[in-house]
């Protein structure tokens, strides 16, 4: 039994294309972040020995491992919340296809919804893939667009022709490309910034929305080339995290 002084401690997994992502939050805070290559109760111990935790709540955006959340869920005496299609949600899914939404895409709307509510709101996810959707300031999820992430479009560019070189991400951004490397960095990432600020205008003319909120492994070099563009960004790396906690907040209240 928790004492009153004790604090509320969570942790949340968000299982993504390329890692699964761990955080411990104590109060509503983060207070550690883990990634893993490779998911497995043995890479878990470490966290679940360290602190006495309240639940935990989990998102995959491939399969569910059946064995691994069975485990995990009789370490934890049974309060795991795994974010489904059929799970209550603090915001409203208006999506057609719920059943193929990606729980992260679902997580990372309801993580900035709390942080910021009854806006109007584009939630970018900057990772393998990169989706940009909208939320109307009613807590309304009304979808979004997926378009290959900063990796995929270097990997492919570098693949699918004969001479182009693999850049990479890190390195000069001028405004035009002044030789093949930068050519490609700026088409890359100039591109995807374009992406976000016409995504973000088109929301602003129909919804009056102002506000990008974005996570993901490209967020912090993405966002400022968003923001050139005289574009609020607000990047919070803890984002889907963020919004499994809330996740499970609701479920528990509702049992």
């Given at each position: 039994?928790?004492?009153e002084a004790q604090p509320f401690t969570?942790?949340?997994?968000?299982?993504?294309?390329?890692?699964?992502?761990?955080?411990?939050?104590q109060d509503g805070e983060p207070v550690?972040?883990?990634?893993?290559?490779?998911?497995?109760?043995?890479?878990?111990?470490?966290?679940?020995?360290?602190?006495?935790?309240?639940?935990?709540?989990?998102?995959?955006?491939?399969?569910?491992?059946?064995?691994?959340?069975?485990?995990?869920?009789?370490?934890?005496?049974?309060?795991?919340?795994?974010?489904?299609?059929?799970?209550?949600?603090?915001?409203k899914i208006r999506y057609s296809s719920?059943?193929?939404?990606?729980?992260?895409?679902?997580?990372?709307?309801?993580?900035?919804?709390?942080?910021?509510?009854?806006?109007?709101?584009?939630?970018?996810?900057?990772?393998?893939?990169?989706?940009?959707?909208?939320?109307?300031?009613?807590?309304?999820?009304?979808?979004?667009?997926?378009?290959?992430?900063?990796?995929?479009?270097?990997?492919?560019?570098?693949?699918?022709?004969?001479?182009?070189?693999?850049?990479?991400?890190?390195?000069?951004?001028?405004?035009?490309?002044?030789?093949?490397?930068?050519?490609?960095?700026?088409?890359?990432?100039?591109?995807?910034?374009?992406?976000?600020?016409?995504?973000?205008?088109?929301?602003?003319?129909?919804?009056?929305?102002?506000?990008?909120?974005?996570?993901?492994?490209?967020?912090?070099?993405?966002?400022?080339?968003?923001?050139?563009?005289?574009?609020?960004?607000?990047?919070?790396?803890?984002?889907?995290?963020?919004?499994?906690?809330?996740?499970?907040?609701?479920?528990?209240?509702?049992?």
């Amino acid at each position: 039994m928790k004492s009153e002084a004790q604090p509320f401690t969570l942790l949340t997994i968000d299982q993504g294309n390329s890692s699964a992502k761990a955080v411990v939050w104590q109060d509503g805070e983060p207070v550690e972040w883990v990634r893993f290559s490779d998911l497995d109760i043995e890479a878990l111990l470490p966290i679940l020995d360290r602190y006495e935790l309240e639940g935990c709540a989990f998102c995959s955006v491939s399969h569910n491992d059946a064995k691994f959340l069975e485990t995990l869920r009789r370490l934890l005496d049974g309060r795991l919340v795994v974010l489904t299609p059929a799970l209550p949600l603090p915001i409203k899914i208006r999506y057609s296809s719920r059943s193929t939404l990606g729980s992260d895409r679902v997580a990372a709307a309801v993580g900035a919804v709390s942080l910021f509510s009854s806006e109007a709101l584009l939630v970018v996810d900057a990772g393998t893939a990169i989706t940009l959707d909208f939320v109307s300031a009613d807590g309304e999820f009304l979808g979004g667009n997926i378009a290959p992430g900063m990796k995929m479009r270097f990997d492919s560019l570098s693949r699918y022709t004969s001479r182009l070189p693999l850049v990479e991400a890190a390195g000069e951004i001028p405004l035009f490309g002044e030789d093949t490397l930068t050519a490609i960095r700026c088409g890359v990432e100039r591109g995807m910034a374009a992406e976000v600020a016409d995504a973000y205008r088109l929301a602003y003319a129909r919804f009056g929305c102002r506000r990008v909120v974005m996570t993901g492994a490209d967020a912090e070099l993405l966002s400022k080339l968003v923001m050139e563009k005289g574009i609020e960004v607000t990047v919070d790396k803890f984002l889907v995290g963020r919004g499994l906690k809330e996740i499970y907040r609701q479920d528990i209240t509702h049992d």
